[in-house]
């Protein structure tokens, strides 16, 4: 569950994406759906990820609030020559 999570998160970045499933364990997943633009229109016929998530895996993507660890770099430059 973890991979399907970290494929969420790249598709809604930066949205971060936590699973809560509690499943461990290889799975072999096909989801089906349309992708859609910035601004939410769907791009095919298709259902949009939600729906997909929740009719074909059944699972729920719930969007809350969560801390959650990150790192961020507000400065870097190259070393100095020894």
Known sequence: ?????DF???LFSPTP????TGLTGPYKITLNFSP???DGKLIGD????FSAVESQL????DQRKENVEMV??????????N
């Open 58 to 61: 059944g699972l729920k993507l």
């Open 46 to 49: 298709g259902p949009d990820i």
């Open 72 to 81: 961020i770099v507000d400065h870097i430059e190259q070393p100095e020559a």
């Open 1 to 5: 569950m973890q991979e399907l999570a």
């Open 36 to 38: 859609s633009t910035p």
């Open 17 to 20: 994406v936590v699973d809560h």
């Open 8 to 10: 969420l998160e790249r």
